[in-house]
């Protein structure tokens, strides 16, 4: 895999929710948590996933249907040919020290819950919390049972009944953290910056825009303050920026 | 080091690299970096009278030896690319060039007429770009009196606002082409737009990767052909030249600057070298003018003719 266009055959797919699944891809490229690739049907259109996982050289990302393209994904079976682009953008790189906080909020848990595999694969401990709306929307929810994650929903239906920037505060004020790495909605993240920073410790962020080109070309995923490019300087900003 | 700063239609360039329509030219904050990033003046993308939606993804794609795109022209339309324009003044003092293009001689007068309100330092007439066929029939770039008619008909609406005419090397001769465009009034040339169509195809599925199906070739793989147009335009004319295609070393730029480009115009070179390419390529084009006798870009503008 790598910038061009190539397409490999779909090893398996698990379904986590109705709706939610995970898509397994035979690989052969460095990845690193927090980047993404560009995934192809083709004859249907082309969309940006961040990496969920990358494990004995097999790639997982795992997405939630929202519209069309997702909707399409959905019903694709193992042996067909999808196309991969990528990895594209910045990863994850929380700060030596005290371990990090992980925070995955929404389809957000993907690339925090590939940060967690990682660290651990490396013997390195982090704290990881996940926060949905509500359990059925929750990626992975049978690996959380062993109290891998805290795992906090808006409405209750598992874990505490919490909302995440909330839990976040809590966590924080407890514990010292060497980075708050997070992922998920935007007025989430926000929360969250702040709340790093009022604790003066780093945030490694990671956004979502509308992408197209993936390679810094096309301007889709500038964002409007900085013109930074969400798909090559991010999707994951350290917080202060970069020029 | 060597004073890079060059005027063209009276607009000074420092250092003389341009960034190229199409390419992060969608938003004043994008802009504002490249400039930020070392680009003496950025181009936006070209604009149409009303919003255009562009093709769907895959869309840009890189391969072995350049970059193919169709991205099909997506634009906010003259009325939001002129809100960005204001936006722009107030991030950067750079010069800002405007790009436009239309589907008949009225229209590109209509829409020069509406983007010169936002008051551009340079207008960029699109007439080559590739990938519109479907709608708008074979580019105007390949016809002279199709170029001619709309040279004519945007700078009548231009005003003061000086005119630079986007080249196809899809024509019968870029040379004669420029010299059609001199002669109706243009101010200068920008050369080239990309190449094409072409195709890349998928094995698997044994179809074309771009949804558009073709799209247009830049990068490395065009520039011996831009480095050519460039050449043939200036033994043609004697206007000014904003030299693009396959632009990404200080190497490169020279050679434009030897065949006869006042400035250098870089898109894909965004991808190669990332957007610091235009700080790189200007230190080491300022090096090579330090390294030659002239120690001049103005002396060495041209100086492959003779
Ligand atoms: C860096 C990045 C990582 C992502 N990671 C994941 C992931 O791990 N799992 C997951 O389920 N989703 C992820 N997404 C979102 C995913 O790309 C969109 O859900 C998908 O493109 C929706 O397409 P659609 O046609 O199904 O829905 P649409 O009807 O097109 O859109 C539904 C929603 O998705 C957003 N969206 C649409 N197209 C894009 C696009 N090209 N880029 C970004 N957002 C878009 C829309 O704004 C809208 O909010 C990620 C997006 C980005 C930018
Ligand atoms: C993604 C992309 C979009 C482009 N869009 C436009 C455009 O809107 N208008 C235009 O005149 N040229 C457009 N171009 C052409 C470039 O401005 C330039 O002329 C061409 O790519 C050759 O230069 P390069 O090799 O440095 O990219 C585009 C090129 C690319 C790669």
Redesign the interface.
């Known amino acids: 895999m790598d910038d061009r266009m190539r397409t490999w055959p779909l090893l398996e797919v698990v379904e986590h929710n109705p709706g939610l699944k995970s898509f397994y891809f035979e690989t052969d490229s460095e990845v690193q948590p927090g980047q993404f690739i560009m995934l192809w049907l083709p004859g249907v259109d082309e969309k940006p996933f961040s990496v969920s996982d990358v494990d004995d050289g097999r790639l997982e990302v795992t997405v939630k249907a929202v519209g069309p393209f997702t909707r399409k994904l959905m019903e694709c079976r193992p042996g067909e040919r999808l196309g991969l682009r990528g990895p594209f953008g910045r990863p994850f790189a929380p700060a030596e020290g005290p371990p990090p906080l992980l925070v995955g909020g929404g389809c957000g848990v993907a690339p925090l819950r590939f940060l967690h595999r990682h660290l651990e694969r490396r013997g390195l401990s982090s704290t990881f919390l996940v926060g949905v709306r509500t359990a059925a929307d929750l990626m992975f929810r049978e690996e959380y049972a062993g109290g891998l994650a805290m795992v906090v929903t808006d409405d209750g239906s598992l874990g505490e009944r919490r909302l995440l920037p909330d839990k976040v505060g809590e966590l924080l004020a407890n514990q010292t953290y060497g980075t708050l790495c997070a992922a998920g909605p935007e007025v989430v993240l926000s929360t969250l910056k702040k709340l790093a920073e009022s604790r003066g410790i780093p945030s490694e962020l990671s956004y979502e825009r509308h992408m197209k080109c993936a390679v810094g070309l096309c301007g889709e995923c500038c964002l409007e303050d900085n013109g930074l490019r969400l798909c090559v300087e991010g999707p994951v900003l350290r917080h202060p920026l970069p020029r | 080091m060597a004073n890079l700063a060059t005027k063209v239609c009276g607009v000074t360039m420092d250092p003389p690299l341009v960034l190229a329509s199409?390419?992060?030219?969608?938003?004043a904050?994008?802009?504002?970096?490249?400039v930020?990033?070392g680009a003496g003046a950025v181009t936006m993308?070209s604009c149409s009278l009303e919003p255009r939606a562009?093709h769907?993804?895959?869309?840009?794609?890189?391969?072995?030896h350049g970059?193919l795109?169709a991205?099909g022209l997506s634009n906010p339309g003259v009325a939001g690319a002129s809100k960005v324009i204001a936006e722009f003044r107030t991030l950067s003092r750079a010069p800002l060039i405007a790009s436009i293009f239309a589907g008949s001689v009225q229209e590109f007068g209509r829409v020069a007429e509406r983007i010169a309100e936002a008051r551009p330092d340079i207008i960029e007439v699109n007439v080559s770009c590739p990938n519109v066929h479907s709608e708008f029939g074979a580019p105007f770039g390949g016809d002279f009196d199709a170029t001619a008619a709309i040279t004519r008909a945007v700078k009548d609406a231009a005003g003061a606002i000086p005119v630079a005419v986007k080249l196809t090397l899809q024509c019968p001769s870029i040379g004669r082409m420029a010299k059609v465009c001199e002669d109706s009034g243009a101010d200068a040339i920008t050369a080239i737009n990309t190449v094409g169509p072409g195709m890349?195809l998928?094995?698997?599925?044994r179809?074309p990767?771009l949804?558009n199906g073709v799209g247009g070739l830049s990068g490395g793989a065009i520039f011996p052909l831009a480095l050519r147009a460039v050449f043939e335009v200036r033994r043609h004319t004697g206007l000014p030249i904003i030299a693009t295609g396959g632009i990404a070393t200080g190497d490169q730029a020279a050679q434009m600057i030897l065949a006869g480009a006042s400035v250098v115009g870089i898109?894909?070179g965004?991808?190669t070298r990332?957007?610091t390419v235009f700080e790189e390529v200007a230190r080491e084009l300022g090096d090579w003018v330090d390294s030659t006798p002239e120690r001049s870009l103005e002396a060495l503008t041209g100086a492959a003719h003779g």
């Open positions: 199409g390419i992060l030219g969608v938003s904050a994008s802009m504002a970096r490249v930020r990033c993308k562009g769907k993804n895959p869309c840009v794609l890189p391969f072995e970059m795109n991205v890349l998928d094995l698997a599925t179809r990767i949804s898109g894909t965004v991808y990332g957007v």
